[in-house]
């Protein structure tokens, strides 16, 4: 079982959003966790965001920032992992809003040598605009009030609402990479540390996440399905730029081809280079 968990949420200049993430995380059942802001190039006023949440929370709120050089996701959370203290990590979007149990069920589901991929719910745009002008606390309603905004158009499914004890059906998909996602993933930091983490080579929008999913699995460490016990509240945002998502694809299919495990530039690619973890306030 996990000890000390670090939940690393990914933000860009989203501060509305990440303000309703913190104070949902605020709320967990379970309490021995630190977050890690991994924030990839935000103004001043995502600093201040969370500067104000410092003095709210009990938990360790460390803020990592990098200058904003386009789209660099895996390189701020690789930073925010070097930057974190505990033994499990856990990925999260900055739009991403957690239920009160969503880390004590991360925890039941920890397992050495397996990580969890969680599924989440999308809100529709008018949800979202509500959500965040109205500061409504939506990861506590009742599931009957996801029926009615699942009857109104304002989620795109219940299922991932529920709560099921699939016993071994989790491990049906053990060494399959294609659907996991990183905007709710759960990983032991050794794990991180044996796949060199993210890899940086990705810019711009896509498949960074999947290329350490295979990573993973190469490495020996087998998926779990968090379906049905982690889902996530994931507000509406407009379509990224994916201008150099066909790059991005075309390292992907030289991963595939290969047998590599570890990252291109990854944790220790940071680390020989000297670089510091920049933490901001």
């Known amino acids: 079982m996990a000890e000390l968990i670090s939940i690393i949420v990914a933000t860009h200049n989203r501060k509305d959003a990440l303000n309703a993430v913190l104070r949902s995380l605020a709320g967990q059942s379970d309490r ?3 977050v890690v802001i991994a924030d990839d190039g935000s103004t001043a ?5 969370i500067d104000a949440w410092r003095g709210k929370v009990r938990f ?4 990592i920032w990098q200058e904003d050089k386009g789209f660099r996701l895996a390189e701020i959370r690789n930073r925010a992992i070097l930057a974190a203290r505990g033994t499990y990590c856990i990925f999260l979007d900055g739009d991403c809003i957690v239920r009160p149990g969503f880390i004590a069920s ?3 589901l920890a397992e050495p040598g397996w990580f969890v991929s ?3 719910v999308l809100l529709s745009r008018a949800l979202t605009a509500r959500v965040l002008s ?5 990861e506590t309603w009742s599931f009957a009030a996801w029926v009615n905004e699942r009857r109104h158009g304002g989620i795109n499914r219940l299922a991932a609402l529920l709560n099921l004890p699939l016993g071994l059906l989790r491990r049906l998909r053990s060494r399959e990479w294609r659907g996991a996602r990183a905007c709710n993933l759960a990983v032991w930091r050794s794990d991180l540390d044996c796949v060199d983490g993210f890899d940086a080579d990705y810019s711009g929008w896509g498949r ?12 020996g460490v087998r998926r779990k399905e968090g379906t049905f016990a982690t889902g996530v509240l994931h507000l509406w945002h407009g379509e990224a730029d994916r201008s150099q998502l066909a790059d991005n694809e075309r390292k992907l299919s030289g991963l595939v081809a290969g047998d590599r495990i570890c990252a291109q530039r990854g944790l220790s690619s940071l680390q020989a280079a000297g670089a510091t973890v920049r933490a901001a306030g």
Do not use: K, M, V, Y
């Open 134 to 138: 109205e500061h409504l606390a939506l």
């Open 208 to 219: 960074e996440d999947s290329d350490i999913f295979i990573r993973l699995l190469r490495a």
């Open 32 to 34: 021995d966790f630190e």
């Open 60 to 63: 360790r709120l460390e803020h």
């Open 106 to 108: 991360h925890r039941r």
């Open 45 to 49: 006023q995502t600093a201040a965001l």
């Open 118 to 120: 969680g599924n989440r």
